[in-house]
């Protein structure tokens, strides 16, 4: 399952992302998708910088957060808790609502 949404430094320094959990996963892992010669690739990205007053994306065809083993079924419409842990900033707790590809692919054209 991916997970997407964007992330907001409104300080004066840089933060950086450490670490991302749920309890409804094994494991949460932030990664991008590069292409290399025609062919998609993903790389685990151990750190995201956040950069002072900017902000990083979670989307579709680039970063994102994969989330793997997960401990119960997980259906459109149910919320899934997730902690972000920061550098500088520390927890944040959100939470990201599921939805269905087709209503994501719809979201995204327009």
């Known amino acids: 399952m991916s997970v997407y949404f964007t992330v ?4 004066s320094s840089p933060d950086t992302l450490t670490a991302i959990t749920t309890p409804v996963a094994r494991a949460a892992m932030a ?6 010669g ?3 690739q993903m790389t ?6 956040v950069p ?8 579709p065809g680039g970063k994102h957060v994969m989330l793997e083993g997960l401990t119960r079924a997980i259906a459109p419409g149910t919320v899934v ?8 900033a520390g927890t944040v707790a959100i939470d990201a609502r599921v939805v269905s590809y087709d ?8």
């Open 38 to 40: 025609g062919m998609a």
């Open 44 to 49: 685990m990205l151990p750190l995201v910088i």
């Open 31 to 36: 990664h991008d998708q590069v292409t290399h």
């Open 81 to 88: 808790p997730l902690r972000l842990r920061f550098a500088r």
């Open 8 to 11: 907001t430094n409104s300080g």
């Open 52 to 59: 002072a007053g900017g902000s990083v994306s979670f989307a």
């Open 103 to 110: 209503r994501l692919d719809a979201a995204l054209r327009r």
